[in-house]
């Protein structure tokens, strides 16, 4: 079984210069260019540290960010090459199919490229005053374990994810390497404005306990002189490669003996847009109802536009006074989460006369809530993480990430769990449909007013326990008092978003009559 992938493996490795002069001269020059590619990143550490402790702490971190990437290779790839599913009809063992699979995966693209750079590496690192035999087991662990992620992701991916979801967990991959993405900048550019850069060390220490950086940290400690630190982050490697070796097994085994799930009921491609993503179930339906709303109607963009101009003012107020930018920096993005989730105040009334296809059809008061929740989340969430580590970047204190990903994700949820309560319990009249969305409404209510300072003032309250679990942390940055904050500012929120889901659901089961009557009396 090894030996018939190793040439199917190498088989797929020469199809790529198969074609005509161009195919294979676009093919060239990419391997060219990877291979610079590979000798640069292996250059890196050395032109961004003249100090050595430096070198050895960015060669950590930029050895992790690899191997992170590495990982996250499969919710980008579009081949289904040698997946495991595929050799279902094959008799052979679990077991086998599985260590093929695994030791053939040496003979990829991919791989080729790691260990161009691990050459490299070892060309341009001439002061490494290390045995071999550590250059020999950091290197086995550095293979093993990048081999290993990249085969355990992709076959959780192919195992857990359906087919159709594909896509989105491409934007997943994506929103998580744009989040990681200034928060690299910073810590690099941190290290080549001081050689002894706290961050950059810090972050190799932290590191230097992961499956990502334990044996670039290995290294490091023998170069030092430190041995036993060395030993011990090299068993650490080894661990985790024992770990996942074993998950993939428990993989392998579970895709040969299943097949790949079906789409569910209900779901389509006859060109409904968002409504075939969605599986035909009440709260799926109106999230996808919503979501179409706040694509299209104009009354929702004019709202999403004017969210920015309320920080932007604050901010510039608070700089002419002379706040620090610093904590300056940590204002905007709280508030334009917490305008975001307010903004579903009085989304029922934005509905006009179509509220009555939930009452008519006996929709579930939780389910209309719920579903309602899906456009704010679907914005808010990515701004939670790419804005956090914008915020942290412009801070310059990469330990507060924590607590400012927990506090942007608790005012996000409780601002939307309060505004889909007062959706229900106070609508006021609001744009029509087809008007502009400058026009005021044709019948102005007494409690507009009232509607948006109590909602308002609810989300503020709810706010202020999760604001002040992270202020400690931000001001007096600790990894552990972080960890909590971001463990209380989730629990905060999905508590606070659940309850009021129940209590919106349940003003809107016993106030649906009315609420149909209402918005028929604002058209």
């Given at each position: 079984?090894?030996?018939?992938?190793?040439?199917?493996?190498?088989?797929?490795?020469?199809?790529?210069?198969?074609?005509?002069?161009r195919?294979?001269?676009?093919?060239?020059?990419?391997?060219?260019?990877?291979?610079?590619?590979?000798?640069?990143?292996?250059?890196?550490?050395?032109?961004?540290?003249?100090d050595a402790?430096?070198r050895?702490?960015?060669?950590?971190?930029?050895?992790?960010?690899?191997?992170?990437?590495?990982?996250?290779?499969?919710?980008?790839?579009?081949?289904?090459?040698?997946?495991?599913?595929?050799?279902?009809?094959?008799?052979?063992?679990p077991?086998?199919?599985?260590?093929?699979?695994?030791l053939s995966?040496?003979?990829?693209?991919?791989?080729?490229?790691?260990?161009?750079?691990?050459?490299?590496?070892?060309?341009?690192?001439?002061?490494w005053?290390?045995?071999?035999?550590?250059?020999?087991?950091?290197?086995?662990?550095?293979?093993?374990?990048?081999?290993?992620?990249?085969?355990v992701?992709?076959?959780?991916?192919?195992?857990?994810?359906?087919?159709?979801?594909?896509?989105?967990l491409?934007?997943?991959?994506?929103?998580?390497?744009?989040?990681?993405?200034?928060?690299?900048?910073?810590l690099?550019?941190?290290?080549?404005?001081?050689?002894?850069s706290?961050?950059?060390?810090?972050?190799?220490?932290v590191?230097?306990?992961?499956?990502?950086?334990?044996?670039?940290?290995?290294?490091?400690?023998?170069?030092?002189?430190d041995?036993?630190?060395?030993?011990?982050?090299?068993?650490?490697?080894?661990?985790?490669?024992?770990?996942?070796?074993?998950?993939?097994?428990?993989?392998?085994?579970?895709?040969?003996?299943?097949?790949?799930?079906?789409?569910?009921?209900?779901?389509?491609?006859?060109?409904?847009?968002?409504?075939?993503?969605?599986p035909?179930?009440?709260?799926?339906?109106?999230a996808?109802?919503?979501?179409?709303?706040?694509?299209r109607?104009p009354?929702?963009r004019?709202?999403?536009?004017?969210?920015?101009?309320?920080p932007?003012?604050?901010?510039?107020?608070?700089?002419?006074?002379?706040?620090?930018?610093?904590?300056?920096?940590?204002?905007?993005?709280?508030?334009?989460?917490?305008?975001?989730?307010?903004?579903l105040?009085n989304?029922?009334a934005?509905?006009?006369t179509?509220?009555?296809?939930h009452?008519?059809?006996?929709?579930?008061?939780?389910?209309?809530?719920?579903?309602?929740?899906?456009?704010v989340?679907?914005?808010?969430?990515?701004?939670?993480?790419?804005?956090?580590s914008?915020?942290?970047?412009?801070?310059?204190?990469?330990?507060?990430?924590p607590?400012?990903?927990?506090?942007?994700?608790?005012?996000?949820?409780?601002?939307?769990?309060?505004?889909?309560?007062?959706?229900?319990?106070?609508?006021y009249?609001?744009?029509?449909?087809?008007?502009?969305?400058?026009?005021?409404?044709?019948?102005?209510?007494?409690?507009?007013?009232l509607?948006?300072?109590?909602?308002?003032l609810?989300?503020?309250?709810?706010?202020?326990p999760?604001?002040?679990?992270?202020?400690?942390p931000?001001l007096?940055?600790?990894?552990v008092?972080?960890?909590?904050?971001?463990?209380?500012g989730?629990?905060?929120?999905?508590?606070?978003?659940w309850?009021?889901t129940?209590?919106?659901?349940?003003?809107?089961?016993?106030?649906?009559?009315?609420?149909?009557?209402?918005?028929?009396?604002?058209?």
């Amino acid at each position: 079984m090894v030996a018939r992938l190793f040439r199917l493996r190498i088989a797929l490795l020469g199809s790529v210069f198969r074609g005509g002069f161009r195919a294979i001269f676009r093919t060239v020059l990419t391997a060219i260019l990877a291979i610079a590619l590979a000798v640069g990143y292996a250059w890196l550490p050395g032109w961004l540290s003249n100090d050595a402790a430096g070198r050895a702490s960015i060669g950590v971190f930029l050895a992790s960010a690899l191997m992170a990437a590495i990982a996250l290779v499969p919710l980008f790839a579009n081949v289904r090459n040698l997946e495991p599913r595929q050799f279902a009809a094959f008799p052979a063992r679990p077991g086998s199919v599985a260590t093929a699979l695994l030791l053939s995966t040496v003979l990829s693209w991919p791989m080729i490229w790691l260990l161009v750079w691990m050459a490299a590496l070892v060309v341009l690192q001439p002061d490494w005053a290390v045995p071999p035999w550590a250059l020999l087991v950091s290197a086995l662990l550095t293979i093993g374990l990048s081999i290993s992620l990249v085969r355990v992701s992709s076959g959780a991916v192919h195992l857990l994810v359906p087919r159709r979801a594909i896509g989105g967990l491409r934007w997943i991959g994506l929103l998580i390497a744009l989040a990681a993405l200034p928060l690299i900048v910073f810590l690099l550019t941190d290290a080549v404005r001081s050689a002894h850069s706290s961050a950059v060390h810090d972050t190799a220490e932290v590191l230097g306990w992961t499956p990502l950086g334990a044996p670039a940290a290995g290294l490091a400690y023998l170069e030092q002189g430190d041995v036993s630190a060395a030993v011990m982050r090299f068993a650490a490697a080894g661990a985790a490669l024992l770990v996942l070796v074993a998950l993939w097994y428990l993989i392998v085994a579970r895709s040969l003996s299943t097949v790949e799930r079906p789409d569910p009921d209900g779901v389509n491609s006859d060109g409904l847009e968002l409504f075939e993503r969605f599986p035909a179930h009440p709260r799926e339906v109106i999230a996808a109802r919503s979501l179409t709303y706040w694509r299209r109607d104009p009354r929702y963009r004019v709202a999403l536009f004017a969210i920015p101009i309320a920080p932007i003012v604050m901010v510039a107020a608070l700089w002419i006074a002379g706040v620090d930018p610093a904590m300056l920096s940590l204002l905007p993005l709280p508030v334009i989460l917490l305008l975001l989730g307010w903004s579903l105040h009085n989304d029922v009334a934005y509905d006009s006369t179509a509220i009555w296809m939930h009452v008519a059809s006996g929709t579930k008061g939780v389910h209309d809530r719920a579903g309602r929740l899906a456009p704010v989340l679907v914005i808010g969430l990515p701004l939670v993480i790419l804005g956090s580590s914008l915020t942290v970047t412009v801070a310059g204190d990469w330990r507060t990430l924590p607590a400012v990903i927990g506090l942007n994700f608790a005012v996000l949820l409780v601002s939307a769990g309060a505004a889909s309560v007062f959706s229900v319990l106070m609508p006021y009249p609001a744009t029509r449909p087809g008007d502009s969305p400058f026009a005021q409404p044709a019948v102005q209510g007494s409690g507009a007013g009232l509607a948006q300072t109590l909602s308002m003032l609810v989300a503020l309250i709810l706010a202020v326990p999760p604001v002040l679990f992270a202020a400690r942390p931000i001001l007096e940055p600790e990894l552990v008092t972080n960890l909590i904050a971001l463990g209380f500012g989730v629990g905060w929120g999905l508590l606070v978003l659940w309850l009021c889901t129940l209590i919106g659901g349940r003003v809107f089961e016993r106030g649906a009559p009315e609420l149909v009557a209402l918005t028929q009396t604002f058209d």
